[in-house]
């Protein structure tokens, strides 16, 4: 499975959604990063980071020869990417899935219209495109489709909107942010990190670290759970 994240804005959760969404349940794929700065680089240390502009013909040739690849496009190379897509015309098609996530601020929402549209004008079918709804406050789960209603309105023949296609706002993702590990990854530590963090010798650095990975076990399951739902119904249409 080849899958695009895109979005023409910042900030939607798109290398969140590389990182601990797909890279886990995608063990095999290639990652790839698009982004002119070389940002993010601790978060997934697997990806292969280029630049749209002068190395789109290498994702060209990657797209050609891998079958499992993860294309985090980097808000920052939108532009450039849309350039090329159409001068390498049917590349897009070469993708299996494009998610878009987006995020409940009116911004996001009318950038999200912005951004499926211009993959309808490119030839994408409605069949391939995702909208992800992302950091969706728990106690608004019911409410997806009142806080999204204008941009569901614009874009449900053009993509699917499927409003359990919901990631919730979890502090997990920022605690994570700087460092590789995933939410799986917190999911599967055993370690008692409580006892560490009751050490007297340890230095103070070392105990905000052991408390930091000890609420980071206890937020890691609700989170895995919404992330398992969210990725076997993507892959399940
Ligand atoms: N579901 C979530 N809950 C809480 N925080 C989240 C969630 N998803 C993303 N975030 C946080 O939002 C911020 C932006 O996310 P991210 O870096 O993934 O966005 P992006 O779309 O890749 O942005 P850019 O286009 O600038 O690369 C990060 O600090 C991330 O930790
Ligand atoms: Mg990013």
Redesign the pocket.
């Known amino acids: 499975m080849k899958v695009l994240v895109a ?1 023409v ?9 590389v990182k601990h969404l797909l890279c886990p349940r995608m063990q095999d794929a290639k990652v790839i990063c698009l ?1 002119s700065i070389n ?2 680089t601790d978060e997934i240390p697997s990806a292969i980071h280029m630049n749209a502009e002068d190395e789109f013909r290498n994702l060209v040739d990657v797209l050609a020869i891998e079958d499992d690849l993860i294309v ?1 496009l ?3 190379e939108s532009k450039q990417m849309i350039r090329k897509l159409k001068e390498y015309e049917s590349s897009i098609h070469d993708f299996d899935i494009i998610v878009v ?1 987006v995020v409940p601020d009116h911004k996001a929402q009318e950038d999200t219209v912005t951004t499926i549209l211009t993959l309808n004008s490119l030839g994408v079918q409605r069949e391939k495109i995702f909208v992800l709804f ?2 969706i406050a728990v106690h608004q789960a019911g409410k997806v489709s009142d806080l999204f209603a204008p941009m569901i309105q614009s874009v449900r023949d053009m993509a699917i909107v499927d409003t359990n296609l919901s ?5 997990i ?2 605690a994570l ?1 700087s460092e590789p590990t995933t939410v799986n990854d917190a999911a599967r530590d055993n370690k008692d990190w409580k006892a560490v963090a009751r050490n007297p010798q340890l230095e103070s650095d070392e105990r905000i670290d052991a408390l930091q990975r000890n609420r980071n076990q206890k937020a890691a399951p609700a989170a895995l759970r919404n992330l398992d739902s969210v990725f076997d119904l993507l892959v399940s249409y």
């Open positions: 979005n804005s910042g900030n939607m959760g798109k290398t969140t959604i982004e940002s993010g985090d980097g808000s920052s996530p992302n950091k990631i919730f706002q979890y502090e993702y920022d942010k």
